[in-house]
């Protein structure tokens, strides 16, 4: 199939020069004889080998036709037809580029085309060739047939250089003001690649891009937006005045004002709408004046795309961008947040990884929006296709805040050990790493997740969490939190003492070790082993020289602590005499240095640290005489914090006396009942002791098959009693401890079906409720600049109405 497609398709180059131009042109047409053939035999071929044989030889004949003297303009084109099949296919057809600057020069106009044709394919903008075609080119934009200036405008686009540029601008300039519209948009597309190529050379034109966007073509006006969107997007406030414009542009062409032919799927002009919300978008951004002009169109363009095709979804989904890219409005990011609903709730992967883009995009200006899609989220969370879930974690990350993130971080770990991409894995490290960095309340979480993360992959982990980490430990020591350094000092002792420890690992010990670890010598921590520890990592293989660097430093600071360092350092230098590196190198003669110094000097500086220590009086036992008299004199007690706040809780509520409120109640329980109770369940009489049989008398409780609740000493405990109360509350906790609740159907494998259906609901619900914890619905947007926006509620097919009450 693919070989009769390639055949077909070559086969009808020459057919379509000639017999697209029988009118114009009196030439005889291009005939390429066994063409066809030599396509036919190439893709029939089985190896490559046999390909360059044949393609070699057809080149060879090719060359030997073209370096003849008397060669016609049909026989080049023959040979430029074989010689772009050879070229499509990767070999090198040099040799005949002049050729085609040839027949793009003197040829007729079928033979010029694909002369022009050839060229563009050929040569890039730098070639040297190039230059022979500027003189060709500026007299074919200067004539009068059409054909020949669009065919000199295409090759310009693909040519010309910045070099160029000044000797091509003028004429391509007064084909702004040609009478046929392909003329003129050909030259915009000029200008838009001489603007990319070199702003400053179309500078002074300007004016010219305003009125080819209000040029009555559409093409036209088409072409000179995209030239907009690349100035607007380096300085917007310079072209805010065209705003206007531009909304009427997107206004006439929601409201189907184009030809029929600019339709796609019966959407107007999709990817002309898809531009202007794209300039839109630029020129409102942080521009309140400007969005307020905005808002209504972007409420009549989702209004209007109503249709399930995908371009009306590539629509829907650009105008949501728009939306969250300018100044905000409430009502119409309520609208674009049902919109993205459409998304999240399709069947089609593409459509749903849109959704979760969307979403993404919502919820960084109105986090409330995403409370509607909870589930929708979870089940992307879960979703089988590694793209889909990839984004949802970018949602999670955009979403996290002070209540969710630990569920957030714990999520992307656990999906950072599925995942087997390594680019994915550090994507979330890096999420990861900013998180800890941003919520770091709580230390000694920050040291679990790190460890988690270097452990899972200590390559993608970036170099700034460790010493972040090591930043929030010293701020700890700072604030005296001695329970948070003995948790450090406890949790890196044991992480070293493993076989294959990562090395971002031993950075992170070997500081904290270094700094704190007199922590643990109430503990039984013995110096000597530590510094044993270190030895065995500082001689490992797998150590980086950054790690023994770490290292080194920590021994130098626990030396003064041990009795035989001078010993210890001398087998150390032992183990590392091959060492490569110069900074390790110096770092341990500095080390044997220091040990040469005699033992007293050692026990002088640590009798010097144990002063040092001793002199700081953390009780202030020194005020207690002043304490004393001040309490002696009627000063008041010193009063704790949690106290203070207590009795002023206890201030704020009103409060009832116990004695007035609880005198006269009688607090004994209730003799026992002296009636049996035997009759089945749904009789309504009561056996009560010698009187069997009568009727329940008026008053009596009828208690059959009723469950005691109560009892003397208050309610009892029931076993099948869901505590819902404690279930809403600290929910993100409660999922933290039991990370594992997942795994519930496993223990439910002999339940019946509701049952399994029951507990997946409620895991759902459970992990919906700690990840987007902290999110509310009271998270309103402020927007005082919009009165009345035009919002239309979803699936309305009312009809817009212009400001003179004429439908549009």
């Known amino acids: 199939m693919m070989s009769d497609a390639v055949e077909k398709a070559f086969a009808a180059i020459p057919g379509l020069i000639s017999g697209g131009l029988t009118t114009i042109t009196a030439g005889s047409p291009i005939h390429v004889q066994g063409f066809p053939s030599f396509v036919h035999k190439v893709c029939s071929l089985t190896s490559k080998y046999e390909e360059e044989q044949v393609v070699k030889r057809e080149l060879t004949l090719v060359k030997q036709r073209l370096a003849q003297p008397n060669i016609t303009q049909a026989q080049q084109a023959d040979c430029l037809v074989r010689l772009l099949f050879a070229h499509v296919l990767g070999y090198d057809v040099s040799f005949g580029y002049i050729s085609a600057v040839k027949l793009a020069q003197q040829g007729t106009l079928a033979y010029k085309r694909m002369g022009y044709l050839a060229c563009t394919l050929f040569l890039h903008e730098n070639h040297e060739l190039v230059l022979l075609l500027i003189n060709t080119i500026q007299k074919d934009i200067n004539s009068s047939n059409i054909m020949d200036v669009c065919m000199a405008l295409t090759a310009t686009c693909s040519l010309v250089n910045t070099e160029m540029i000044p000797a091509i601008l003028p004429f391509v300039q007064e084909k702004l003001k040609h009478q046929k519209e392909i003329i003129r948009k050909k030259a915009v597309l000029c200008l838009f690649k001489f603007h990319r190529m070199a702003p400053n050379s179309v500078q002074h034109i300007h004016p010219s891009f305003k009125e080819a966007l209000c040029d009555k073509d559409p093409g036209v006006m088409w072409s000179a937006l995209h030239i907009y969107h690349d100035l607007i997007k380096h300085s917007p406030s310079e072209y805010q005045d065209i705003t206007q414009s531009l909304v009427s542009i997107l206004q006439q062409v929601v409201s189907r004002k184009l030809p029929a032919d600019y339709e796609y799927h019966h959407v107007p002009a999709p990817w002309l709408q898809i531009k202007l919300l794209q300039v839109l978008a630029l020129l409102g951004k942080d521009q309140q004046k400007i969005s307020r002009v905005i808002h209504p169109v972007l409420a009549e ?3 209007r795309s109503e249709s399930n095709q995908n371009i009306t979804f590539g629509v829907v989904y650009e105008c949501i961008l728009t939306i969250t890219s300018i100044s905000p409005d409430t009502r119409l990011l309520e609208y674009a947040a049902k919109c993205t609903g459409k998304f999240l709730r399709s069947k089609a992967n593409n459509l749903r990884y849109l959704g979760i883009k969307a979403l993404t995009k919502v919820i960084q200006v109105a986090p409330q929006h995403a409370l509607d899609h909870q589930m929708t989220v979870i089940e992307c ?5 590694h793209t889909i879930r990839a984004k949802t974690l970018e949602l999670l990350y955009r979403m996290c805040n002070s209540v969710n993130v630990k569920v957030i971080c714990d999520k992307l770990l656990e999906y950072m050990e599925k995942d087997t991409e390594k680019s994915i894995k550090g994507d979330i490290a890096s999420k990861i790493s900013k998180l800890t960095e941003k919520y770091t309340t709580n230390v000694q979480w920050c040291i679990e997740i790190v460890n988690r993360m270097v452990l899972l992959e200590d390559s993608l982990v970036p170099q700034s ?17 001695d329970s948070v350094l003995l948790f450090a000092v406890q949790t890196y002792w044991e992480l070293l003492q493993r076989k294959d420890v990562p090395n971002k690992l031993i950075q992170i010990g070997a500081w904290i070790l270094g700094e704190y670890s007199q922590l643990r010598v109430v503990d039984g921590f013995n110096i000597q082993d530590l510094l044993q520890v270190f030895q065995r990592l500082l001689v490992s293989s797998s150590t980086s020289c950054d790690s023994k660097r770490w290292l080194l430093t920590a021994v130098t600071k626990q030396v003064l602590h041990c009795e035989n360092a001078k010993e210890y350092v001398t087998q150390l230098a032992q183990h590392l005499q091959n060492e490569d590196d110069a900074d390790i190198k110096q770092r341990l003669r500095e080390l044997q240095n220091l040990c040469q110094e005699p033992m007293t000097t050692f026990a002088q500086v640590r009798t010097e640290c144990q002063k040092e220590q001793e ?13 004393s008299e001040a309490l002696e004199g009627g000063a008041k007690a010193y009063c704790p914090l949690h106290l203070r706040n207590m009795k002023q809780k206890s201030q ?13 109640m009688n607090f004994l329980p209730y003799e026992s009942p002296t009636a049996s109770i035997s009759s089945p369940v749904g009789d309504t009489s009561v056996k009560s002791g010698s009187s069997g049989g009568r009727d329940n008398r008026d008053g009596e409780l009828r208690l059959k098959a009723v469950k005691k609740l109560w009892g003397h000493t208050g309610r009892l405990e029931q076993e099948d009693e869901v505590d819902q109360t404690l279930y809403e509350e600290n929910i993100s906790e409660k999922w933290m ?6 795994d519930k159907s496993q223990d439910l494998s002999q339940s019946s079906p509701p049952s399994l259906e029951l507990a997946e609901k409620r895991r759902k619900q459970e992990l919906a409720s700690a990840l987007f914890g902290g999110i509310t619905r009271s998270e309103d947007i402020k927007n005082d600049f919009i009165e009345n926006p035009v919002i239309l509620p979803v699936g309305t097919n009312q009809t817009l109405l212009n400001t003179d009450n004429t439908e549009r």
Not at 381 to 385: A, G, Q, T, W, Y
């Open 301 to 303: 363009v989702l209004q």
């Open 381 to 385: 969370l879960e979703d089988p296709d």
């Open 465 to 481: 969490t460790v010493t972040s980490l090591i930043q929030l430990v010293k701020d700890a020591s700072l604030r005296g939190e």
């Open 615 to 627: 002199e700081y009086d953390f009780s202030l036992s020194f005020l207690d005489n002043y304490v």
């Open 652 to 664: 704020d509520t009103p409060q009832v006396s116990e004695t007035s409120f609880f005198q006269g």
């Open 737 to 742: 401890e039991d990370r594992k609740v997942s």
